[in-house]
């Protein structure tokens, strides 16, 4: 006797595998980066635009211009010309997914940017929202391999400046240390830092 269509479909759905919803429909991507002597790279930056379903040429110069470095995006990987910890890059990654991902409405990240006259605009395709993009808050600058202010150590003086003043490159800081001579290997306390420039005096080891 054939199954009446009760007995089909209750069998039917027997056969389809339980769907398991975590509650979490997108997760954003973490950043996977290493050191490489002065250079850091990003090996998945690739799979972290396609997960933030932006193109490489409006994030990665966005980023840069952030970070003050120079940096290729190459065969998937985003190589950076200086020595970048991962908690920055991911504090900077944060900002760009809230400015130019996330929607204002649903808190989706199903948008894609548009503009409308000189303004960008975040459009959501899951619920219909747009917001223009709001100038983002500059995210403080870490200065990188522990060069503070106060820090006493070791280094070999690499040239001179027009001033006199003994140059030594530490990371992506050009330091300048009072009084010293190139080729002298001398102790140095940094006493002010300027962006990518510190100065420094010489001092007795300790």
């Not at 269509?5 to 389809?16: I, N």
């Not at 970048?84 to 409405?105: F, H, P």
């Not at 006259?117 to 975040?122: K, S």
């Not at 500059?138 to 070999?156: D, H, I, N, S, W």
Request: net charge neutral.
């Amino acid at each position: 006797m054939p199954e009446d269509y009760a007995s089909l479909l209750k069998r039917a759905r027997s056969l389809v595998p339980e769907k398991v919803d975590t509650g979490e429909r997108w997760v954003k991507p973490e950043l996977e980066v290493i050191q490489e002597g002065k250079l850091t790279i990003v090996r998945n930056m690739e799979e972290v635009l396609t997960a933030l379903n932006r193109p490489a040429d409006h994030f990665i110069p966005l980023l840069l211009r952030e970070i003050g470095t120079a940096g290729n995006f190459d065969n998937g990987r985003l190589v950076l010309q200086a020595r970048v910890s991962a908690d920055n890059l991911t504090r900077r990654l944060d900002k760009y997914v809230e400015t130019y991902v996330i929607c204002g409405e649903c808190g989706r990240p199903d948008t894609h940017l548009a503009k409308e006259e000189r303004i960008t605009i975040v459009k959501c395709d899951a619920c219909g929202g747009h917001r223009p993009v709001k100038a983002a808050k500059k995210v403080a600058a870490t200065r990188e391999e522990g060069l503070v202010e106060g820090k006493t150590f070791e280094v070999t003086i690499e040239d001179t400046g027009q001033r006199g003043d003994g140059i030594v490159k530490r990371d992506r800081y050009v330091i300048f240390v009072k009084g010293a001579q190139k080729g002298q290997t001398v102790n140095i306390r940094i006493n002010r830092i300027a962006g990518t420039l510190a100065f420094a005096e010489v001092v007795a080891a300790e």
